[in-house]
């Protein structure tokens, strides 16, 4: 009886152990595939590809929402979470034109459709999580990419559209 009772409480034991294995497993799959993720791994490819001390510039999509949740405004501040010490300057556009910019919540002096001038930036990191990111037709390089984000360098002034100075 003594030995009856052992083995079962030896395979309740097993039983538990493997239910708490694969929960992490799990979870880590399910988190890997999320905003929090991309998020993570546009700011790694940010701290091994962008110099320290250039200027950075973060653009966000206007209307990028996932449920209740403003991709634009969260990015914004888990970048500067993940970034930190870094500074940069956001940018808030439209998601049919990215040379329009939108108004960034919070702030009243913030334009609306004006033109962007996010191009004066050498390192331009693009974040949306409904979609994949549009790009300006302009001249920029990709120096790394995700379905929710791209990192570029821009060509420079040369890259300003047509009628607008830097």
Do not use: C
């Amino acid at each position: 009886m003594r030995r009856v009772l052992l083995y079962l409480l030896l395979l309740g034991a097993a039983v538990n152990l493997s239910a708490g294995v694969r929960r992490p497993v799990v979870e880590r799959a399910i988190l890997s595939r999320d905003h929090y993720a991309h998020a993570d791994r546009a700011a790694e490819a940010v701290v091994r590809l962008v110099p320290p001390d250039a200027s950075l510039a973060v653009v966000g999509y206007d209307q990028d929402l996932l449920d209740e949740l403003d991709a634009a405004v969260w990015f914004d501040y888990r970048s500067k979470w993940l970034l930190y010490p870094r500074d940069f300057q956001v940018y808030r556009v439209a998601p049919e034109n990215p040379l329009l910019l939108r108004p960034v919540p919070g702030e009243a002096t913030s334009a609306v459709d004006a033109p962007a001038d996010y191009l004066k930036h050498p390192f331009l990191l693009f974040f949306r999580v409904t979609a994949p990111p549009s790009l300006p037709t302009a001249n920029l390089k990709i120096l790394a990419q995700d379905p929710m984000w791209v990192l570029a360098r821009s060509g420079g002034p040369a890259a300003q559209p047509s009628g607008e100075k830097e």
